[in-house]
């Protein structure tokens, strides 16, 4: 198993260095931050929206239009600023009133279906600027999710391919060529999380593999660390990850990461030892439910079949400024079932787990 120090923290120095230490990471390569030049910090907290915003796309009106939508529920959280609200509506408007530069990303086999999700989001826009002129907040933030699922929808339909080719020496291993959508049953309800192997194929692979397996059935929650970490994957027995019955051996899967602006992952090295202190991963440690791959404390390229679920809570472990983002590979978030994974504590049991969504985007390994 791999063991997590359960600790209080008291301020802000302290949580960096305990969380670190929680989740098994060797403090004696820790750079202080006088020296490290830690990153400010990812203000986005949403699991869905930092999906959106991982999409390997390149259109800037879809962005603007998503990140005004978005923008709604900080102007919601601040005092109802309604005047900000109907700008950022009126905003959404006119980029749908102009939709040629949204659809010209959209290859012509989809655009039928994308110019059909940018009448229902103009029609959605309106109806959410008149909620908004009514001021009923509720029905603009169950409307402004409807329509951010919407956009995301569309951008969806922008992605042409695979972005980049993982390196030779994985191919061993299974890789997923896009996402996935994995139901995970337990005796406390169920959780919904979206896999993302755009950012981290060799990963969101092995995991989707396992759960095709049915290698998680029946597994219990090991670990539980309220507002850090909920872990799970350990089978029964003296293993602590998944033996591969074709070559009898310990699977073992590379540390991976996708910082922001670049084009393929990093592998088997943290961002601390690459120097890259101030960059952030596209899949960042910033979202309630973040889904990542455990690993010994002293081997990167350890992890197996072990992940947590991270408990975001922002004044303990505030975003960019946690120490985990390119410590460990970050594989997807949860969309649904938040409230289950407040729940749920060690012994609780994972009944089943599902592919309802992408298993054809999971590549099998290379036979030798």
Do not use: C, H
């Amino acid at each position: 198993m791999f063991n997590l120090l359960k600790s209080r923290l008291k301020n802000t120095l302290i949580t960096l260095l305990l969380v670190t230490l929680f989740l098994g990471i060797n403090t004696a390569g820790w750079t202080p931050s006088s020296s490290a030049g830690l990153p400010a910090g990812n203000a986005i907290t949403d699991g869905k929206a930092l999906l959106r915003y991982a999409l390997p796309i390149d259109n800037q009106p879809v962005r603007e239009l998503q990140a005004s939508l978005e923008d709604i529920s900080n102007q919601l959280r601040a005092n109802r600023r309604w005047g900000a609200v109907s700008k950022d509506v009126g905003k959404a408007s006119r980029i749908l009133n102009n939709p040629s530069q949204v659809l010209a990303s959209v290859p012509d086999e989809r655009k039928p279906k994308a110019e059909a999700l940018i009448s229902e989001l103009k029609s959605g826009v309106n109806e959410l600027q008149e909620l908004a002129q009514a001021k009923d907040k509720e029905k603009v933030k169950e409307k402004r999710a409807d329509l951010l699922n919407l956009v995301g929808e569309l951008e969806e339909l922008m992605v042409e391919g695979f972005p980049f080719e993982v390196p030779e020496q994985y191919s061993n291993l299974p890789q997923l060529k896009g996402r996935a959508t994995v139901e995970v049953k337990t005796n406390k309800g169920t959780v919904t999380l979206v896999v993302d192997g755009y950012s981290a194929p060799v990963t969101a692979g092995n995991f989707v593999d396992l759960v095709q397996r049915g290698f998680y059935n029946g597994l219990e929650f090991t670990r539980s660390e309220e507002s850090y970490v909920l872990q799970t994957g350990d089978p029964p027995g003296k293993e602590v990850g998944f033996i591969d019955p074709k070559t009898g051996k310990y699977r073992a899967i590379p540390l991976e990461y996708l910082v922001e602006g670049d084009k393929e992952p990093t592998y088997g090295i943290t961002l601390e030892e690459a120097g890259r202190y101030t960059d952030l991963p596209v899949l960042p440690f910033s979202a309630y439910g973040t889904v990542a791959m455990a690993r010994p404390e002293s081997d990167p390229n350890g992890g197996s079949s072990q992940f947590f679920f991270f408990l975001y809570e922002p004044e303990l472990t505030p975003a960019g400024r946690n120490l985990l983002d390119g410590r460990y590979s970050i594989f997807g978030y949860v969309i649904e079932g938040q409230e289950v994974l407040r729940e749920l504590k060690a012994g609780d049991k994972i009944e089943s787990a599902k592919v309802v969504k992408g298993l054809e985007n999971l590549v099998e390994p290379q036979q030798a």
